[in-house]
């Protein structure tokens, strides 16, 4: 288990716990999202306040649980990111095809 998951309102925010968002993990993120995806949830926040590094197959992970999503009618937000792997997502464009928050909190202001 990677992801630290806490729900409420069918509002799940999920943590992940390792530093490395990479190869290593990716998989086990995939099969964690699509499980609370499918639970009938409206909004999952992904906190990736412990991650120091993101590879590409971890993104792709990602992208996998958003297409997942998309179809469910769930919102899939990113928070906490720190400045290295919000700058590789800026520039990979991915902020443009997920919303990205500071926080928790100001991702669900977004719900009011």
Do not use: C, H, W
């Not at 799940?12 to 964690?32: G, R, Y």
């Not at 906490?80 to 909190?105: A, G, H, W």
Request: hydrophobic share 50%; charged share 20%; proline share 3%.
């Amino acid at each position: 288990m990677i992801l630290k998951v806490q729900e409420l309102n069918r509002v799940v925010q999920a943590t992940i716990l390792p530093e490395e968002a990479s190869l290593s993990n990716a998989e086990a993120f995939k099969e964690e999202m699509i499980t609370i995806i499918g639970n009938g949830v409206r909004l999952v926040i992904v906190s990736f306040e412990n991650v120091n590094y993101i590879d590409s197959s971890f993104l792709g992970s990602l992208v996998v649980a958003l297409k997942y999503a998309m179809p469910r009618n769930v919102d899939i937000y990113l928070v906490s990111l720190k400045p290295d792997v919000k700058n590789l997502l800026t520039l990979i464009r991915m902020d443009k095809v997920f919303r990205i928050f500071n926080n928790y909190e100001e991702a669900l202001r977004t719900l009011s």
